[in-house]
């Protein structure tokens, strides 16, 4: 089993960056494929970004493709999520997700939330105009 703690959360404004983090317990990190999700207030939880377990290939949503970029380092058991160009709509609980039984497919598995075994308690993400 694994535990997922996001941080790095925080107020910024539109047009800034923002790296939020997710850190894993235990020792097999690198057995997990890693998602970031994210919801705004009366919204569904959507999709973000994926990464493969060795971070090889990923996979992004079109809202937020060409901005965000997920990478992980599975020496710290940490995936990450760099979030450039920030807009208002942006603005949202991002969740970190793993998923230990599938093969990496960010073509669909990966998108869909309930392939995930795993979540985080998520870290508010909150961009100014």
């Known amino acids: 089993q694994v535990q997922l703690v996001e941080s790095g959360g925080g107020l910024v404004q539109a047009g800034g960056s923002l790296t939020i983090s997710c850190a894993s317990s235990g020792r097999t990190f690198s057995q997990y494929i890693m998602g970031w999700f994210r919801q705004a207030p009366g919204k569904k939880r959507e999709f973000a970004a994926a990464?493969?377990?060795?971070?090889?290939?990923?996979s992004y949503a079109d809202s937020v493709k060409g901005r965000f970029t997920i990478s992980r380092d599975n020496a710290k058991n940490t995936v990450y999520l760099q979030m450039n160009s920030l807009k208002p709509e942006d603005t949202a609980v991002y969740y970190c997700?793993?998923?230990?039984?599938?093969?990496?497919?960010?073509?669909?598995?990966?998108?869909?939330?309930?392939?995930?075994?795993?979540w985080g308690p998520g870290t508010q993400v909150t961009v100014s105009s």
């Open positions: 990464i493969s377990r060795s971070g090889t290939s990923t």
């Open positions: 997700a793993a998923d230990r039984d599938r093969d990496y497919s960010g073509g669909y598995y990966h998108r869909q939330d309930g392939t995930y075994n795993y």
